[in-house]
């Protein structure tokens, strides 16, 4: 079991930073796949980032050079450093834990999720 709690979300302009951190609970966190995804109103939760158990990372081609995930095993936290935010950023940003060490991009292969961390950012 591994419970999962984001924090770091808020209002930020156009062109600003803001850095997500997911604390996990539980054991065995080396052995996870993570994942961050994000879900904008009216529309479905899409991938955004995701780093395997080698550290291995893969990111949506829209973030790509702008986000950078990053995983530290020994604090059990997973962070997500986004800069040049776009108004299109604006979602709630979720964490995710998958038992395939990969990180797959689709969000049923992930089996914990945390409560979602808001991210607004105004043009």
């Known amino acids: 079991q591994v419970q999962l709690v984001e924090s770091g979300g808020g209002l930020v302009q156009a062109g600003g930073s803001l850095r997500l951190s997911c604390a996990a609970s539980?054991?065995?966190?080396?052995?996870?796949?993570m994942g961050w995804f994000r879900q904008a109103p009216g529309k479905e939760r899409d991938f955004v980032a995701g780093i395997s158990w080698t550290s291995t990372t893969s990111y949506r081609d829209s973030v790509q050079g702008r986000f950078t995930i990053s995983r530290d095993n020994v604090k059990n936290t997973v962070y997500l450093q986004m800069n040049s935010l776009k108004h299109e950023d604006t979602a709630i940003y979720y964490c995710?834990?998958?038992?395939?060490?990969?990180?797959?991009?689709?969000?049923?292969?992930?089996?914990?999720w945390g409560q979602g961390t808001q991210v607004t950012v105004s043009s």
């Open positions: 995710a834990a998958s038992r395939d060490r990969v990180a797959p991009a689709i969000p049923s292969l992930y089996e914990y």
């Open positions: 539980g054991r065995s966190f080396g052995n996870y796949g």
